[in-house]
């Protein structure tokens, strides 16, 4: 294909996107405004038509960006395209059947929630929560298997995009060591869920070590089953607190996490920033990426509120007014920045190179 065709293919392939999404989330909340309506305090509050077509303009924009880094060869083209289509089959028809039972629990109350077969022991208390009303949480193999459907659908269509924009600061960051070969590089990703940014990641460095935590065995596995087709080396998936990373110090040449911080109370967010911190080499890189924020995105207020009222998201309204270039610095970054790309700010911040004379492997 000729590269203006392929281009007018990803546009054509991001429009059906947002517009099945659309379409999925107009229908389903007739649907559930006839069955089960939400309870007043969870209407959302409707936006203004200038703020929408912000959102429109800025989903374009991140569209436009993942397709002029994948020319620059940053990626492959072929990850633009990349859709689990067989999941998407499989799954749809059950996101409904869970639709409904998550209406009812969130029109009840129910945040904590967890099928009898469930083993919760362990798990951190902040953890245990039907966070966006997901049956079981993130402590099930349904629950793994409908999320990225769930997620790419509330982001219509650009939750991929998003999660791509780590890629480039990771990139510049890993040329801090030119140095070690391609096979040397370590990257880890905190909260790997189903495994979509290692994904992204490995196919931007195909022989890179890479590596995964999370809390859920269940989207582990899942992450696994998406993995481990790939030809190269398999990432290596441990069931892991990122508070408590389980690896030595100085370890990584570069951490991602995509989505976490705001699914964390505030000392949990400040840990996980110093044990990225700790098991960082001198001169690595971390990339954050999560939700806009209310202090750098006044015009998002709206939208941000309707977030945490219609989903169950119990740190977000903490999150959303929380300074992380504060935090990164005080741990010892240096060199923070930030970007916005649609709704998901990065933070982007480098361990202090070691003192003169010191070697970085
Ligand atoms: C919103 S999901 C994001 C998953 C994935 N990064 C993505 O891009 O879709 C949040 C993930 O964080 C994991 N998680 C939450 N708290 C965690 C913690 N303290 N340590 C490790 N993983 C955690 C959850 O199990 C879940 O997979």
């Known amino acids: 294909m000729s590269d203006p065709l392929t281009q007018l293919t990803y546009q054509a392939f991001q429009y059906s996107k947002s517009v099945l999404s659309l379409a999925h989330k107009t229908l389903s909340n007739q649907v559930l405004e006839m069955v089960a309506p939400p309870t007043p305090e969870r209407k959302p509050q409707p936006l203004k038509p200038e703020v929408i077509n912000q959102i429109r303009a800025s989903l374009e924009q991140i569209y436009q960006t993942d397709w002029q880094e994948a020319q620059t060869g940053l990626y492959p083209t072929s990850i633009l395209f990349d859709t689990p289509i067989e999941d998407i089959l499989r799954y749809y028809p059950l996101l409904w059947w869970d639709m409904l039972q998550m209406q009812e629990r969130a ?31 993130y402590l099930s193999d349904w629950s793994a298997n409908l999320y990225d459907l769930g ?34 590089l370590r990257v880890l990703d905190v909260a790997c869920g189903t495994g979509r940014t ?6 931007t460095f195909p022989k890179a070590s890479l590596y995964g935590v999370d809390l859920s065995a269940a989207y582990l596995r899942k992450a696994n089953q998406l993995l481990s087709p790939i030809p190269g080396e398999l990432p290596q998936l441990i069931q892991a607190n990122g508070e408590a990373l ?4 100085n370890y990584f040449h570069g951490i991602t996490s995509v989505f976490l911080f705001h699914e964390l109370p505030p000392v949990a967010r400040q840990k996980v920033i110093e044990e990225a911190y700790r098991v960082l080499q001198p001169g690595g890189v971390f990339v954050i990426c999560d939700s806009i924020q209310a202090i750098d995105s006044p015009e998002f207020k709206e939208m941000m509120e309707n977030f945490s009222v219609m989903f169950h998201e119990p740190y977000y309204r903490h999150y959303i007014t929380d300074d992380l270039s504060d935090r990164l610095s005080q741990v010892g970054f240096e060199g923070i920045s930030t970007e916005q790309h649609f709704v998901s700010k990065y933070w982007i911040a480098h361990k202090k190179h070691t003192l003169a004379g010191d070697t970085v492997k």
Do not use: C, W
Request: charge should be positive.
């Open 107 to 137: 029109n009840q109350k129910r945040y904590q929630e967890f099928s009898p077969e469930i083993d919760t022991v362990g798990y951190p208390r902040y953890y245990l929560q039907n966070f966006h009303h997901q049956t079981d949480g």
């Open 198 to 203: 290692l994904k992204f990641i490995r196919a």
């Open 246 to 249: 389980p690896y030595q110090d």
């Open 151 to 184: 997620v790419d659908i509330l982001f219509n269509g650009g939750a991929d995009a998003m999660r791509r924009r780590v890629l480039g600061p990771l990139k510049a960051g890993l040329q801090a060591f030119e140095g070690v070969s391609a096979r040397g």
